[in-house]
Structures are given as structure tokens and as C-alpha cells.
């Protein structure tokens, strides 16, 4: 945590890391600086954040950010929009993402609309998984509406006899 250096006119000195900003692992790939809501630390509010953000406290309020780790033993009561989340935690509301993960020790209760979607063996998820329609990597969605077809007009096309009630 604290590095001793030798300065230019041969004078100890101490640097500390605490100056550094925080660092996480975060879904949007390794390690990157992060906005990081610790353990203890209760947050009664919207969050919003171009950065990655790491809750390990409780967050009531609605969160979007680039990305999300909800870490195990934190708490989120609010809707989340953000490109990737992952849930480590508990988040009582609704996701909105590209790539949702749940993890084992994770529990949703609230539906996910997602493009990606992995939930872990023991994970715990109350809600509606919805895909979004969207394009999905550059491909367009290929669900498409059915139109019920007159039975009776089918049996007769098909050669079947349509005997009047």
C-alpha cells in the first residue's frame, strides 16, 4: 500500500495507492476503472454513470451505467439500463440489457430484457425473460406473425368436404 522512494535530493518518500482510483473486474471486460458503491454505504437515488459501476452496498433508485456488477451481499431496489450486467447480489426491479448474467448467488426478482442471457446453476430469478426484438449481433430478429387460417376454407383447398351446419 505505501511504497518507499528515494526523491531527487536523496529525501525519503512516501507514495500511497489510496490516491490511485478504484479498480474492479467488471463485465465489460478485466480490470478498468470503476465508480464503486462499497460494502455499508446505502445510496437513496437514480445513478447514473458513462463508466462501469460496482454496487457492494444497497442502491434505491434506478441505475444506467456502460456496466453493472451487482457484487454478492449488495442490494439494488430499482430499474437497471446498461449494456452488460451481471447479478452477484439481489435486485428487486427490472433489467434492461444487452448481456445479463445471474449468477449462482444471484436473485432477480423483476423481468429481464435482454439480447444475451446466462443464468447459473442455483441462481434465483422471479420475473419475465423477454428477448429484445432488436437486432441481435447484426442479425435481424426472424419471429415473425402468424395469421390464424380459416379452417373450414383450408379443409375445402386441401380436398376435404365442408358439410353446412
Same mark, same amino acid.
Do not use: W
Given at each position: 500500500?505505501?511504497?518507499?522512494?528515494?526523491?531527487?535530493?536523496?529525501?525519503?518518500?512516501?507514495?500511497?495507492?489510496?490516491?490511485? &482510483?478504484?479498480?474492479?473486474? +467488471? &463485465?465489460?471486460?478485466?480490470?478498468?476503472?470503476?465508480? =464503486?458503491?462499497?460494502?455499508?454505504?446505502?445510496?437513496?437515488?437514480?445513478?447514473?454513470?458513462?463508466?462501469?459501476? #460496482?454496487?457492494?452496498?444497497?442502491? $434505491?433508485? /434506478?441505475?444506467?451505467?456502460?456496466?453493472?456488477?451487482?457484487?454478492?451481499?449488495?442490494?439494488?431496489? *430499482?430499474?437497471?439500463?446498461?449494456?452488460?450486467? $451481471? =447479478?452477484?447480489?439481489? #435486485?428487486? *426491479?427490472?433489467? %434492461?440489457?444487452?448481456? =445479463? @448474467?445471474?449468477?449462482?448467488?444471484?436473485?432477480?426478482?423483476?423481468?429481464?430484457?435482454?439480447? +444475451?442471457?446466462?443464468?447459473?446453476?442455483?441462481? =434465483?430469478?422471479?420475473?419475465?425473460?423477454?428477448?429484445n426484438?432488436?437486432?441481435? %449481433? *447484426? %442479425?435481424?430478429?426472424?419471429?415473425? +406473425?402468424?395469421? &390464424?387460417? /380459416?379452417?373450414?376454407? @383450408?379443409? @375445402?383447398?386441401? *380436398?376435404g368436404e365442408?358439410?353446412?351446419?
Amino acid at each position: 500500500m505505501f511504497n518507499k522512494q528515494e526523491n531527487s535530493s536523496g529525501e525519503d518518500a512516501v507514495n500511497s495507492s489510496s490516491n490511485n &482510483p478504484a479498480r474492479a473486474t +467488471t &463485465p465489460s471486460g478485466g480490470q478498468s476503472e470503476a465508480s =464503486v458503491i462499497s460494502a455499508g454505504l446505502k445510496i437513496v437515488g437514480n445513478l447514473q454513470s458513462e463508466a462501469d459501476v #460496482v454496487i457492494s452496498g444497497t442502491v $434505491e433508485g /434506478d441505475i444506467n451505467s456502460r456496466s453493472l456488477t451487482v457484487s454478492e451481499g449488495a442490494n439494488v431496489t *430499482g430499474t437497471i439500463e446498461s449494456t452488460s450486467v $451481471e =447479478v452477484r447480489g439481489k #435486485v428487486d *426491479g427490472q433489467i %434492461h440489457a444487452s448481456s =445479463v @448474467k445471474v449468477a449462482r448467488s444471484g436473485c432477480v426478482n423483476g423481468d429481464i430484457v435482454y439480447e +444475451t442471457l446466462s443464468i447459473d446453476e442455483g441462481a =434465483v430469478v422471479e420475473g419475465q425473460l423477454r428477448r429484445n426484438q432488436g437486432s441481435l %449481433h *447484426g %442479425h435481424k430478429s426472424k419471429i415473425s +406473425t402468424l395469421t &390464424p387460417v /380459416d379452417g373450414d376454407r @383450408k379443409k @375445402k383447398e386441401l *380436398g376435404g368436404e365442408v358439410k353446412a351446419g
